[in-house]
């Protein structure tokens, strides 16, 4: 009787335990997107026109001289700036707050977005606005002020306000991003609120961002990071930067840094104590659209006896921070 082959039963087994554990990985992977997946959805319902309700484009119709382009932060929606565009329509100014790539829709549609479809949208948007209105202006919140920088960096406005700009990374966060295609392939979907971006209770209960990020978004908002502070220097217009020392995205450290770096020669840092990070929507939210636009009129307001729109009352402010509490 013919002797049967031995089993190389160490090779078999090994690839046993590979097949196995790939499995397991991708099991794995699966539950942790479906369980973000599922806690986003049941804070943040999408409708029938695959936008979240109160997510979409905020438009304030306005006569064509003065228009204002407000941009708003990453995994978040025009909702969070909706007190500032309010604010700007009431002193004149035709407003628009783009709803960017990828936002306010799902975190599959957050994914595929990338910095280039973000910039190019905020550039069409900043286009438009250029085209109807005499005399614009351009206010940023988080990413949405990144974006601002590199629009103003290529067309200046009249004046620019940057809210919490994210133009310095946290150690967290460039850690996370660094080791991002390691860990991502475990979690693809994050869930990163956090009560200290907004720290009014009733507007984190109305805000309508994700609450949740992705690997792949997330270094995309560095990328934009790094082209916006490289432009950093090439913005002349005046400008003025809020900022909460307490801020838990982005450090008063890093906010100094980026002041410093402005080529702008009329600029004004303002410091909101006690604030969070989301600024335009958190409890001071009327006091910071006030001086946004107190800002903004002093550079494009309506002409004046012996003027022109754009001048100074009183003298621009030459790298002045400010403490402002009321």
Not at 280 to 308: E, I, T
Request: proline share 8%.
């Amino acid at each position: 009787m013919p002797t049967l082959p031995a089993i190389p039963w160490l090779p078999v087994l090994t690839a046993a335990g590979g097949f196995l554990a790939a499995l397991g990985f991708m099991a794995g992977r699966e539950w942790n997107r479906r369980l973000v997946l599922k806690r986003v959805l049941s804070r943040r319902p999408v409708g029938s026109d695959g936008v979240v309700p109160g997510a979409h484009t905020v438009s304030r119709p306005g006569g064509v001289a003065r228009g204002a382009l407000v941009l708003h932060g990453y995994a978040d929606t025009p909702q969070s700036v909706v007190a500032l565009c309010d604010a700007l329509a009431r002193a004149g100014y035709a407003v628009e707050a783009p709803l960017l790539p990828g936002h306010g829709r799902t975190l599959a549609s957050l994914d595929r977005a990338t910095e280039r479809q973000w910039i190019a949208e905020a550039r069409a948007a900043w286009l438009a606005m250029r085209s109807r209105h005499g005399t614009c202006v351009l206010v940023g919140q988080s990413m949405g002020g990144a974006l601002a920088v590199l629009l103003a960096a290529e067309a200046p406005p009249a004046a620019l306000v940057l809210a919490a700009p994210f133009l310095s990374a946290t150690p967290a966060f460039a850690r996370a991003v660094r080791w991002s295609r390691l860990w991502g392939l475990w979690m693809p979907y994050v869930e990163t609120a956090d009560p200290r971006s907004i720290r009014d209770p009733e507007a984190l209960i109305a805000s309508r961002g994700y609450g949740a990020a992705t690997a792949k978004s997330m270094r995309a908002l560095h990328r934009l990071m790094t082209l916006a502070r490289a432009a950093l220097p090439r913005v002349s217009c005046p400008t003025m930067l809020v900022q909460s020392p307490d801020d838990n995205r982005v450090s008063a450290a890093g906010a100094e840094w980026a002041f410093a770096r402005l080529g702008a020669a009329a600029k004004e840092l303002v410091w909101r104590p006690g604030e969070g990070h989301v600024l335009l929507a958190d409890r001071g939210r009327d006091a910071v659209s006030a001086a946004a636009v107190q800002w903004c009129q002093r550079f494009a307001g309506p002409a004046r006896p012996g003027g022109k729109s754009g001048d100074e009352p009183g003298g621009a402010s030459r790298g002045r921070p400010v403490r402002l509490t009321s």
